[in-house]
């Protein structure tokens, strides 16, 4: 286990960091944070963007020589990273998001957020954390889901954003981000 450690600390370091950062923290608002992210999702999507199963070119590159054990390694490395919280930059828009995250709208019939992604967007397993992730790369995701780019094992999410309007999407990204 030791030797997974240092191996994950070598990957992240040699390559990762130029782009999610140091200790998982992301360095521009395209990519993700994966400080706190759950080792078993971040396996999981590594494992996704190897087979093809989610497309990135950013990311199929990265993952072409990793192993599973390598993999599950470098999930635990950045798992243990925690975020400093930080306030939303638009209160009023992470307002409408908070309702959204934890009502969902009747409406239209989109579901609540937090019946999968946990009360403090925290997740679990392979159910990503969304708490403090950030805001314009969780808009991306779900407009990849709504346009269906985003499809490895993704039926839940392609029902959850398919009544979505774009402002429900801004701001539920705006108040996760800041949980
Ligand atoms: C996404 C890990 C290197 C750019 C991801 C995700 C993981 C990950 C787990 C999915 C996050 C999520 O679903 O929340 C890694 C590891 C790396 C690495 C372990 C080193 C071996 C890089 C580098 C870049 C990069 C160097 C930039 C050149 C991206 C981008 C996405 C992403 C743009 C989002 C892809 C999308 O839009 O679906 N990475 N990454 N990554 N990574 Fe990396
Ligand atoms: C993934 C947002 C509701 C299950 C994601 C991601 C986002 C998201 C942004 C991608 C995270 C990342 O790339 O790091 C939301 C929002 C919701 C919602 C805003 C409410 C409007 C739900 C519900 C469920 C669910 C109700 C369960 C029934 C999942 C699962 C994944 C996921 C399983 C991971 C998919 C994968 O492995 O690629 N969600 N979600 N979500 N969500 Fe949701």
Do not use: I, R, W
């Given at each position: 286990?030791?030797?997974?450690e240092a191996r994950a600390k070598k990957i992240a370091g040699g390559s990762?960091?130029?782009?999610?950062?140091?200790?998982?923290e992301s360095t521009?608002?395209?990519f993700p944070r994966l400080a706190g992210?759950?080792?078993?999702?971040i396996t999981k999507q590594l494992t996704a963007f190897k087979s093809g199963a989610r497309k990135?070119?950013?990311?199929?590159?990265?993952v072409?020589?990793?192993?599973?054990?390598?993999?599950?390694?470098l999930g635990k490395y950045y798992e243990k990273f925690v975020l400093p919280r930080e306030e939303a930059k638009d209160p009023q828009l992470a307002a409408m998001g908070r309702y959204i995250f934890h009502n969902g709208n009747k409406f239209s019939g989109v579901p609540a957020c937090v019946s999968c992604h946990g009360t403090n967007a925290e997740g679990a397993a392979n159910l990503p954390r969304l708490a403090g992730q950030i805001p314009g790369y969780i808009h991306t995701q779900l407009k990849s889901f709504n346009k269906r780019e985003r499809t490895?094992?993704?039926?839940v999410m392609h029902a959850v954003v398919e009544k979505m309007t774009e402002l429900e999407m801004a701001?539920?990204?705006?108040?996760?981000?800041?949980?």
């Open positions: 286990a030791q030797a997974d990762c960091f130029l782009c999610h950062g140091a200790q998982g521009s608002e395209v992210q759950h080792a078993e999702y990135s070119t950013a990311m199929v590159e990265m072409s020589k990793l192993t599973p054990d390598e993999m599950l390694a490895n094992d993704n039926a701001a539920v990204a705006e108040y996760v981000s800041s949980k």
